[in-house]
């Protein structure tokens, strides 16, 4: 029997994670709660509206709100009102965020590299495929009854 279900090492390696992450982003006024990755899919993605990124990212809307005030405080977000929607809000990055970005890019890989040293090429590749079978399968209808 194994010690651990493959959720719970997920969990478990989820947490140090972004602990982890958290702690290297300190420094450049980027907190925990995911925030660089709102802050990727903004640069990614000019302009997108709120709601389209609390879908990007998988976070609820509360967590979007509170990510995207902590990085406008920062200095990294800009909001504007969209023009179609007035109650809605078009996310830009600023220029600050635009000259963090490789800098942002090269913590992440970093931390990537770290987290998969003691791996193979091949076993790397096979767990990302597989990781992404089991994200794709949560979309199938008999995992989310109606």
């Not at 702690?23 to 640069?43: D, M």
């Not at 509170?66 to 809605?88: F, M, N, P």
């Amino acid at each position: 029997m194994r010690p651990y279900s493959v959720g719970k090492l997920m969990s478990f390696i989820n947490r140090i994670a972004q602990r982890e992450l958290a702690e290297r982003l300190k420094p450049h006024g980027i907190g925990s709660g995911g925030q660089h990755s709102y802050l990727k899919a903004i640069l990614a993605t000019p302009g997108m509206n709120q709601d389209k990124l609390t879908s990007v990212v998988k976070f609820d809307k509360a967590t979007t709100t509170r990510c995207i005030r902590q990085l406008e405080e920062a200095g990294y977000v800009k909001r504007t009102v969209d023009e179609q929607d007035r109650r809605s809000y078009r996310l830009y990055p600023t220029e600050i965020a635009i000259a963090f970005e490789p800098k942002l890019q090269a913590i992440l890989d970093d931390y990537n590299r770290l987290l998969t040293a003691h791996l193979t090429v091949e076993e790397i590749d096979a767990l990302h495929a597989l990781l992404q079978k089991m994200y794709d399968g949560l979309d199938e209808p008999s995992l989310n009854p109606t």
